[in-house]
């Protein structure tokens, strides 16, 4: 969260509610899962049911077995209804990003932009990039990075060829930054607002907005495997809004079990399966789970204090949970959420958010509290290096990734 955010969003005097089971338990569906309505559930259409000609029209290929048939128009189809991930395999770069230059982007709540190069290690360049920078988000069509700053009110487009800022564009509030799934909008997550704002993307005229003021603390978002709805969590609210994308309305709002109204609900992260929706809760020290219509609460899954950040393996097979004040990563199932391992950091550590390279050998974490970068290998968790950093490092961007689109934030690719 930025500075000014955490002041004015945290709330007093939060009434608690109790949950039986602990460690990596599941509720009943439903069990203490307070909703609140906010309108229609909308259209999620038939998941996993193919569409068929009519016979007195030009046939038309139907999707394959297990896709949804409903895809938000424009949106590049799912070509895996087991993995959402399936483009965004080991190596396969687009050629947008093929063409990168392989670099490593740390923004800094001081307000910089540093580089690292991820062959040597070493900072190679640092530039300016605004008041409070948070996040470095890859565009739809991964042509271009931009460094979101709140404070200034700005975002800073990077070139990935060449790893140099260009002049920075007016955004109302960005905290941080999303792309709708068929790339026609880019999404300011307008923390301070209480609001998402819209714009195009091409030309950076505001298209919209959507106020959601029971939203305190909006930060991070993923959206279901057809892409005409997202789930943003409500840091300093103890929820999550779940959003229709086309109409741009609130569908309804989830309360967590128990509501964390200090450092609640992050990060957001779809099972490759789309059959669940994983929600880091740092005062829980875990994950919350929602069904994959995003309607209810199923349970929660232990992994340490500060639960923040996730990110899939290049295979879709592993979830990686940071755990900012233990210390650690936590390595689950991604698709079950059952626990495989844990990877230790030497203390003192923060590890907050980053990404996985292209070729899935390492997941690299900014130290946010620590002022430093972490590598770590994926193969068996250990600490291939460990950068020292300017103050306040947040959202991380390792560039360039696979997938043939971005939804934003760090890189999620698809």
């Known amino acids: 969260m930025s500075v000014s955010a955490r002041a004015s969003g945290?709330?007093?005097a939060a009434v608690v509610l109790l949950v039986s089971g602990c460690a990596s338990t599941w509720a009943h569906e439903g069990a203490g899962?307070?909703?609140h309505s906010m309108g229609s559930m909308g259209s999620m259409g038939s998941m996993g049911q193919p569409s068929t000609a009519s016979s007195s029209t030009l046939p038309t290929a139907a999707p394959p077995p297990g896709v949804p048939a409903d895809q938000l128009p424009?949106?590049?189809p799912v070509t895996d209804a087991a993995n959402v991930y399936a483009a965004a395999g080991a190596g396969m770069l687009s050629a947008a990003a093929r063409a990168a230059k392989p670099l490593v982007y740390v923004p800094h709540n001081s307000g910089a932009v540093w580089v690292i190069d991820p062959a040597t290690f070493k900072v190679v360049e640092k530039f300016p990039a605004g008041v409070e920078v948070q996040h470095v988000v890859?565009?739809?069509?991964?042509k271009t990075l931009y460094a979101t700053d709140d404070i200034g009110n700005t975002v800073t487009p990077i070139d990935p060829l060449t790893g140099r800022p260009r002049p920075r564009i007016p955004v109302d509030d960005p905290y941080n930054m999303y792309f709708t799934p068929d790339g026609a909008s880019?999404?300011?997550v307008a923390e301070?607002?209480?609001?998402?704002v819209f714009y195009d993307p091409h030309s950076w005229k505001e298209q919209g907005r959507l106020v959601i003021p029971q939203c305190a603390g909006i930060d991070h978002a993923d959206f279901t495997p057809n892409g005409r709805t997202a789930v943003f969590s409500c840091e300093f609210a103890g929820r999550v809004a779940v959003v229709d994308i086309a109409a741009r309305k609130v569908l309804r709002i989830i309360d967590m079990p128990v509501r964390h109204f200090h450092m609640g609900p992050q990060d957001v992260k779809?099972?490759?399966d789309g059959s669940r929706f994983y929600i880091a809760d740092s005062d829980q020290g875990g994950l919350w789970v929602l069904d994959g219509a995003a309607s209810k609460v199923l349970g929660n899954i232990r992994t340490g204090p500060g639960a923040h950040g996730l990110y899939v393996s290049r295979d879709a097979t592993r979830l990686y949970v940071t755990n900012r004040h233990d210390d650690s990563v936590s390595v689950l199932d991604s698709r079950t959420g059952a626990a495989i391992t844990t990877w230790k950091i030497p203390a003192p550590s923060s590890p907050d958010m980053g990404g996985v390279t292209a070729d899935g050998g390492q997941l690299w974490l900014s130290g946010r509290y620590n002022d430093e970068v972490y590598v770590m290998s994926t193969v068996d968790g250990h600490l291939l290096a460990r950068i020292k950093v300017a103050k306040g490092p947040h959202g991380l961007c390792v560039w360039p990734q696979p997938g043939r689109y971005s939804l934003g934030h760090t890189g999620i690719t698809r």
């Open 10 to 12: 945290v709330m007093a």
């Open 33 to 35: 899962a307070s909703q």
């Open 74 to 76: 424009g949106m590049p």
């Open 138 to 142: 890859p565009s739809w069509d991964m």
């Open 186 to 188: 880019a999404i300011s």
């Open 192 to 196: 301070n607002l209480r609001s998402l």
């Open 270 to 272: 779809l099972a490759p």
